[in-house]
């Protein structure tokens, strides 16, 4: 079984910064993919950033200089560093990922509010 857990949300001033953390655990193969999305009230669930299966970074543009998206040593952790937030970031942010157990399938956290509010 595998789970993705994530942390670090919360109530943030704009302009003020969230670290997001997320951690995959239970019988993982391989990633092939990871990252971040988000979803506002009324609105679809977009990406906000995510490792590629080639090892590359994807941004949405309305993040990109403001957010930065790493992996921890062990490569089944990403972070999200979210800097310079703003109203508009204010959301569910949920962290994916495409891995193999043994066979390849998206899975998805539970996710975490990020409130961007003065």
């Known amino acids: 079984q595998v789970q993705l857990v994530e942390s670090g949300g919360g109530l943030v001033q704009p302009g003020g910064s969230l670290r997001l953390s997320c951690a995959a655990s239970?019988?993982?193969?391989?990633?092939?993919?990871m990252g971040w999305y988000r979803q506002a009230p009324g609105k679809q669930r977009e990406l906000v950033a995510a490792?590629?299966?080639?090892?590359?970074?994807n941004y949405a543009d309305s993040v990109k200089g403001r957010f930065t998206i790493s992996r921890g040593n062990a490569k089944n952790t990403v972070y999200l560093q979210m800097s310079s937030l703003k109203p508009e970031d204010t959301a569910v942010y949920y962290c994916?990922?495409?891995?193999?157990?043994?066979?390849?399938?998206?899975?998805w956290g539970q996710g975490t509010q990020v409130t961007v509010s003065s």
């Open positions: 490792f590629t299966s080639g090892g590359r970074t």
């Open positions: 994916h990922a495409m891995l193999y157990s043994p066979s390849i399938r998206d899975y």
């Open positions: 239970g019988s993982i193969f391989s990633i092939n993919a």
